[in-house]
């Protein structure tokens, strides 16, 4: 089982949206499609997430994991 770096949400109004980033590159995404369909998961490849919540992810991220996902997000 790979060490978990950080969690990081970008939920808006109240859809939950986290991505949960691994040491080994991974990246698991929970979120809920709507009300009724909550807490779906999937893992994805860091090139799958849009440019778009790879800005939400590095502002949403705590200062002093910035540095490690960016890298894994291949960001910018």
Same mark, same amino acid.
């Given at each position: 089982m790979e060490k978990e770096i950080c969690t990081i949400s970008i939920a808006t &109004? @109240?859809?939950g949206d986290e991505y949960i980033f691994y040491e080994n590159h991974t990246v698991k995404r929970?979120? =809920?499609s709507h009300s009724l369909n909550s807490n779906k998961?999937? @893992?994805l490849e860091p090139k799958e997430i849009s440019k778009q &919540?790879? =800005?939400?992810l590095i502002k949403a991220?705590? /200062?002093e994991?910035? /540095?490690q996902i960016m890298q894994i997000l291949d960001y910018p």
């Open positions: &109004n @109240w859809l929970v979120y =809920d998961s999937e @893992w &919540n790879k =800005d939400k991220c705590p /200062e994991f910035k /540095e």
